[in-house]
């Protein structure tokens, strides 16, 4: 038994260096537009891990994630046009805005349960994108947004400005996450979110400040979504309300349904088909969303943990990134 | 357990004191007063419907009393939220038994030691001497519980996944890890059959003795009240109608009334 764990165990680690290599030569084998379409699959592998933490760690349906990426990306977007401020040193502006937006709009609403949180997130997201497309306080330059953004850069001659450079900033930015998330899984702060997850009450019960912890997740979840929207902003140049629409929610909850909730390696396999996904479809661009929905509903039916869904206690894929492995006993 | 004796330990533990609970027009609990020992257990009996669990709800913060307070060690703690009764010492266990379902044995024992870290965010993403070694204790004391239990071998299995008599001993360990003054058993027999029952009582017995535990107690299986208890205190329609030892109650002719029927036999 042990042994047959360990060999799976070393056939893992194999498959995790040959995914890391072929990441690292990718952007050198393709053109531009295939670098391109793979930063956006770091994007929103980004955005599903953000949205991981609350809907897959905590159970809280989050609807109106797009709120959060979007507070992020005009943040960058208004500080930079307006102020000069290089957009990597917006980056953790950009974080703590979304992270501070959370916990003002959903400090009074923590305490909903399921379907009623659920209604209140879409409603938050929307608020959001019809706020600025009201344009409030010439800032957000209504419907047609902000234009003009910089390169990332620190204001320095560092400066990321070619498809491939974008490509390795997005991929770093999701590598510390994933190492970020997974010691936090691991530690009392993602016990604590699970126990919420499977049993409020009993979690009260057993000592944890559940008011606290949904909180947080929230802030997390919004703060890593705005990071993510720092990024967009500065590769698209512009941003625009119709990129944060109810649609987009929609997506990232999908990659955390598709994936498997709480699993990190199902958020990256739900993120690669949600942004993969049209690219290989693009001839039968009419069907797309036809052969999406059937994707999904056969999804639901035949594998409703997700694709690859969290394992515990045993040999796990994410347990090789993490130092303090679990003791095979 | 590393628990230091920290607060001056009075002889009394836990306190109430015309506890009242209403909801809507049903007076759940009526002025309910009661005074437990430490070292002692405690057993709340009473038919169904009396109130009995609505005073544990109360006790433990889920509910907040419409009049009355607890007093636990000296503190007033009424209205208190729930993880802050169980940081100051009281833990719980269910009627239907509430662990996490999808999570490990070892992580719902971990859960209850929650209360006793501290290791924040940042201490954890960047894995900080302090937060290593705090998860290095959390796992050593989860360990010892789980052992103690008899669990072991179920260490790494889903809760949900573990015989119905497994389920309720490890809902108590959970409650055992966040390292309490004083434990609060909800029908801790019910849908276990004679043999575990009797291993159940042993265990309780054996934990008073070796830790410095009090035991407040919901039972309804008779033998196990009047096999383990200390003080029994008799629950009727939200009022408590006697108090006495085991052998005071079991010749009340008013418990015998109210609790057992005045035709049935027990």
Redesign the interface.
């Known amino acids: 038994m042990e042994r047959v764990k360990k060999g799976f165990f070393g056939s893992q680690q194999g498959l995790l260096f040959v995914i890391v290599g072929l990441f690292v030569i990718y952007p050198f084998l393709v053109s531009n537009y295939y670098i391109d379409v793979v930063f956006f699959f770091g994007i929103y592998a980004l955005l599903g891990l953000s949205l991981n933490i609350v809907l897959g760690e905590v159970g809280l349906f989050d609807l109106g994630h797009a709120g959060f990426y979007a507070i992020g990306a005009y943040t960058t977007a208004i500080l930079n046009t307006k102020l000069g401020i290089p957009i990597l040193l917006l980056l953790p502006v950009s974080a703590i805005a979304a992270g501070l937006f959370a916990y003002i709009v959903c400090s009074p609403i923590i305490h909903l349960r399921g379907d009623y949180l659920c209604i209140v997130t879409i409603g938050m997201g929307e608020i959001v994108r019809l706020a600025l497309i009201n344009n409030p306080f010439d800032l957000t330059g209504g419907p047609n947004g902000v234009y003009g953004i910089d390169f990332p850069s620190f204001g320095g001659p560092f400066v990321v400005d070619s498809s491939i450079e974008y490509y390795f900033l997005i991929w770093v930015i999701v590598v510390l996450s994933i190492i970020?998330l997974i010691?936090?899984q691991?530690?009392?702060?993602?016990?604590?979110w699970?126990?919420i997850r499977?049993?409020e009450?009993?979690?009260?019960?057993?000592?944890?400040?559940?008011r606290y912890y949904k909180l947080?997740a929230f802030v997390?979840g919004a703060a890593l979504a705005g990071v993510a929207g720092n990024i967009y902003a500065s590769k698209l140049m512009a941003v625009s309300p119709e990129s944060f629409s109810f649609w987009e929610s929609c997506m990232l909850f999908c990659i955390v349904l598709i994936g498997g909730m709480g699993s990190i390696p199902g958020i990256l396999i739900g993120a690669a088909f949600i942004s993969l996904f049209p690219e290989i479809f693009r001839p039968f661009a009419m069907y797309r969303m036809l052969i999406f929905g059937l994707v999904m509903i056969l999804m639901m039916m035949f594998r409703p943990g997700g694709v690859w869904p969290r394992k515990?206690?045993?040999a796990e894929f994410v347990s090789l990134l993490s130092?303090?492995r679990k003791k095979d006993? | 357990m590393p628990k230091g004796d920290l607060h001056i330990t009075p002889t009394t533990v836990l306190e109430t004191h015309g506890l009242t609970k209403i909801f809507g027009g049903l007076t759940a609990v009526n002025n309910f007063d009661a005074t437990i020992n430490k070292g002692e257990i405690f057993s709340l009996i009473g038919p169904n419907g009396a109130g009995k669990t609505t005073v544990f709800n109360v006790v433990t913060g889920i509910y907040k009393p419409e009049a009355g307070n607890v007093i636990f060690q000296g503190k007033d703690i009424t209205g208190r939220k729930p993880h802050q009764i169980v940081s100051s010492g009281i833990a719980r266990t269910f009627q239907n038994i509430r662990l996490f379902q999808n999570m490990t044995c070892l992580e719902n024992i971990m859960a209850g030691q929650h209360c006793r870290a501290k290791a924040g965010v940042w201490s954890s993403i960047f894995s900080f001497s302090s937060q290593k070694k705090e998860e290095r204790r959390i796992h050593e004391i989860s360990e010892s519980r789980i052992e103690q239990v008899g669990l072991e071998r179920f260490r790494d299995e889903l809760a949900k996944n573990i015989p119905y008599g497994s389920q309720r001993m490890l809902e108590i360990a959970r409650a055992l890890a966040t390292e309490p003054a004083l434990l609060v058993l909800d029908e801790p027999s019910s849908g276990l059959n004679a043999g575990e029952t009797e291993v159940l009582m042993e265990f309780l017995k054996e934990l008073i003795e070796k830790e410095n535990l009090t035991i407040l107690l919901i039972e309804h299986d008779m033998n196990v009240v009047m096999g383990i208890s200390d003080k029994v205190a008799v629950m009727d329609e939200g009022k408590k109608i006697a108090e006495g030892n085991p052998d005071e109650i079991y010749n009340n002719p008013r418990v015998i009334e109210a609790y057992l029927g005045t035709e049935e036999e027990a």
């Open positions: 970020g010691r936090l691991r530690s009392r702060i993602g016990r604590a699970n126990c499977e049993d009450v009993a979690a009260g019960a057993s000592g944890i400040d559940v947080l997390i515990r206690g045993g130092r303090k006993a």
